[in-house]
């Protein structure tokens, strides 16, 4: 009874600060995965340290929006916070190419420093002419080549082959390399369409290619660290630009911590899952570095074709990440 007269009296909810500001952040993807873990202590850590000011609110698993839609989302305002998956922006902010060009990053932590000085600055100012904010990055291990024929060791074996591919420019690629690169196979039906015959190989990272079972239509696993996909946590620009500057600063600080947990997590989860994938039949093998060095040669014309396109920035970006 006295609690209630408080309320009518002051306005006042238990739990609620008064001009506490509460942003809604949409996610997506399984809360076991560790970027979900991250993202769920992250927002924790960011309502503590800005308790009174501001406070995050997950709705997950896709309640309010999925990947496809989410950077559109964010762009009009219509979800305060989203994570955004990064080759999914790209058609609006092909900036974002340059953190992604295919064969360019030898390793997670190569691509890990794409998201860092002059490189991310560039990428966030393309991001804020569609006013999304970046603010962290989940990182993810690398795509791979999963075949049911054989383990790829030299170019010629990458010769007819009918790869699966959702991406346009690992499909140019590919196709330049001799392989029959078909991306017309929805994502839900490309284990089906291995397992049937239709194709020959698919790209997915370790972890992927493992909890979606890849290995079992296509056995022959070859690393070759095509790219490295990003999951980035982003605002709408304007709320942000309407936040206090300690709460900006809160939660940049508190994400670059997050973002280097998810570099170390990646790695160790290619790591685990390698072992756990051969344990039950995966044939796995990194292709001989002469010869990814000559796929990355045959890349270069298309890194190159893509910064004459997209202006000076692009080809900044090309030459502090590729070269």
């Known amino acids: 009874m006295l609690m209630a007269l408080c309320v009518i009296l002051t306005g006042f909810v238990p ?10 952040l949409a996610s997506w ?25 501001v406070k995050i609110v997950d709705y997950p698993g896709g309640q309010l929006y999925g990947p496809s839609e989410m950077h559109m989302a964010l762009a009009k305002g219509t979800v305060d916070m989203g994570v955004v998956l990064q080759p999914a922006m790209m058609a609006v902010v092909p900036m974002l190419q340059g953190v ?28 804020e002419k569609k006013k999304i904010k970046h603010v962290w990055t989940i990182f993810g291990d690398g795509v791979h080549l999963y075949s049911a024929k054989k383990s790829i060791e030299t170019l010629d074996d990458l010769k007819g ?19 029959a690169p078909d991306s017309s196979i929805p994502n839900t039906e490309l284990y ?43 605002m709408n620009l304007d709320k942000w630009n309407k936040l206090p500057k300690e709460v900006q600063d809160v939660m940049r600080d508190l994400g670059e ?5 998810t570099l170390a997590s990646g790695k160790a989860w290619e790591t685990k899952f390698t072992d756990e994938m051969v344990k039950v039949g995966g044939i796995v093998t990194r ?9 990355k040669k045959v890349s270069q014309s298309l890194w190159d074709e893509w910064a004459q396109k997209n202006g000076p920035d692009a080809q900044r970006l090309l030459e502090l990440n590729a070269n």
């Open 192 to 234: 089906m369409a291995l397992k049937r015959g239709v194709s020959d190989a698919v790209a997915n990272s370790i972890v992927g290619g493992f909890f979606g079972k890849s290995y079992e239509v296509a056995p022959y696993v070859t690393k070759m660290d095509m790219s490295f996909a990003t999951m980035m946590i982003c």
């Open 287 to 295: 292709i001989p570095p002469e010869e990814r060095a000559k796929i």
């Open 15 to 24: 739990g609620v600060f008064a001009g506490e500001q509460e942003l809604k």
């Open 161 to 179: 082959l009918r790869i699966l591919s959702s991406s346009p420019v690992i499909t140019r690629i590919f196709a330049d390399l001799g392989a």
């Open 29 to 53: 993807g399984s809360p076991k995965h560790y970027g979900s873990i991250e993202l769920t202590k992250w927002i924790a850590d960011v309502n503590t340290a800005s308790a009174g000011k």
């Open 257 to 261: 911590k997050a973002s280097e947990s």
């Open 100 to 127: 992604y060009l295919p064969f360019a990053f030898d390793n997670l932590d190569h691509a890990a420093k794409a998201y860092t000085g002059e490189s991310l600055a560039i990428i966030e100012k393309a991001m």
